[in-house]
């Protein structure tokens, strides 16, 4: 029989050494993280320096946008969100690890009893119990690990929304930069085209032009205005939409302008490997994993015994009605074992419930790391793309300059050039000069995009 007992004991515990492993990075995500990123965008595959690993203080030297976000740090209300959710988790953590300790009861009783009307008796005991769960199969062991993963998991969530506030910081500031600039442009714009309908308007009085150019460039001029109207609009949602991120009511944002801004000379993406310790979302999708994975174990340890030890003590002064006072010390201890044997299938169908959960929780892990590869490329592409479409509009900025000077010099003093050509001259030189802005803003703003694609401003 002892023998019997013996080879049941040996293989209840092989079957669940399982039970009591670490989480470890599963093997088959099935992603090749040496081919994230796209070769022709990597100059150097071997440099490991990450542009995402540079402090945000360092990125951003314009003061007002460092006020901004410092400012963002400590009022934006996703971010206390975040940094309460991980005090919560710290908590769950703190009543995990005290899950192994005995429980201790106090219950004191006091009463008052006559028996046949006779004198009342004083009873009282003060006793208490205590209780310890011994962990045999690892239920408690995982679910400390558990709560170990629930917490790495809010405080990556934590630093993914940092890193994005600051990148949704400085992308706005950039955007009412360009506004700003552009708004310059277009005011400055509309100043020359009312001069110009002002003359036409002259020169139709005196009939060197007729009526059609006057009605054309005063249209121009409408169109320009409303334009220049709507610019000035986004101009103020922007700043009410950076106020609401800063936590604080709309208001003006002090700010420099957007030639201030200084780029750095190089970016490099480092190895893909980085993607997956320096991203926040990367990290945090992991502990989520490894959270579902202790979770799994519980539910397995829960077809295996629980032993509980429990027992009691106390001083009480009534061990029997029938005597006055007799003062006594009680004593209880109680060992339980419980196995369970049939439980209508409930256990066999939390386990598979979380398995599904570790399963999907897999899933979101692969499909986090792919997208955080694309992100990267985007950028990179965003990046030189951005670079080549300013080359070519400051190109072009310059020969419409010339344009616009050449056909006003004609539409005044030749009879060879025509109101139209400077019309359209202007128009075309004004829409290049907003794109050179627009250029610009696309170089600060795809530069902050691949910041945070690797997984730069979470510290």
Not at 18 to 31: A, G, L, M
Not at 422 to 429: E, F, Y
Request: aromatic content about 8%.
């Amino acid at each position: 029989m002892r023998k019997v007992i013996l080879f049941a004991l040996i293989a209840v515990m092989a079957s669940s050494c399982s039970i009591y492993r670490k989480y470890h990075r599963p093997e088959d995500i099935q992603v090749n993280t040496d081919s994230l990123y796209r070769a022709e965008l990597i100059a150097d595959p071997a440099d490991t320096s990450s542009f995402g690993s540079m402090p945000w203080e360092e990125l951003f030297t314009d003061p007002y946008l460092k006020n901004l976000i410092d400012s963002a740090l400590v009022n934006n209300t996703d971010l206390q969100t975040a940094i309460l959710r991980v005090e919560q988790a710290q908590a769950g953590l703190y009543s995990a690890k005290w899950a192994y300790s005995p429980s201790l009861n106090l219950s004191p009783q006091g009463s008052v009893s006559s028996i046949d009307g006779n004198k009342a008796t004083f009873g009282y005991n003060l006793g208490g119990a205590v209780s310890w769960d011994i962990d045999l199969f690892g239920s408690l062991l995982n679910a400390k690990r558990e709560a170990q993963a629930t917490l790495l998991q809010q405080d990556a969530y934590r630093q993914a929304v940092q890193s994005q506030i600051i990148a949704t910081v400085a992308t706005s500031y950039y955007a009412l930069l360009m506004m700003d600039e552009q708004v310059r442009i277009s005011d400055e714009s509309v100043v020359i085209w009312r001069e110009q309908v002002r003359t036409l308007e002259a020169q139709l009085r005196v009939g060197t032009v007729n009526e059609n150019a006057v009605t054309q460039a005063r249209a121009n001029l409408y169109g320009l205005e409303a334009s220049n109207a709507q610019l000035k609009q986004q101009q103020k949602e922007t700043e009410n939409a950076l106020c609401a991120l800063l936590g604080r009511v709309s208001g003006t944002i002090d700010r420099s302008t957007l030639a201030e801004q200084v780029l750095p000379e190089t970016v490099s993406a480092g190895i893909p490997l980085q993607l997956l310790s320096n991203r926040p979302d990367v990290y945090q999708t992991e502990m989520a994993l490894a959270a579902a994975y202790y979770t799994t174990n519980q539910a397995r340890s829960a077809f295996y015994p629980k032993l509980t030890l429990s027992g009691s003590a106390g001083w009480t002064n009534s061990l029997g009605q029938a005597v006055s006072n007799p003062a006594g010390v009680l004593l209880n201890a109680v060992a339980q074992l419980a196995q369970p044997i049939f439980n209508k299938g409930q256990l066999k169908a939390n386990l598979k419930v979380s398995k599904a959960e570790e399963e999907i929780a897999k899933l979101n892990y692969k499909q986090t790391i792919l997208n955080a590869g694309q992100e990267v490329n985007d950028a990179l592409f965003a990046i030189e793309t951005a670079g080549i479409m300013l080359e070519k509009h400051q190109a072009q900025c310059t020969d419409l300059e010339r344009t616009v000077q050449t056909a006003d010099l004609l539409y005044r003093k030749s009879a060879y050039g025509s109101y139209l050509e400077l019309l359209t001259a202007r128009q075309s030189l004004l829409n290049a000069q907003l794109s050179v802005v627009s250029d610009k803003y696309n170089q600060l703003a795809n530069t902050v995009t691949l910041y945070k694609a690797l997984g730069g401003g979470k510290d």
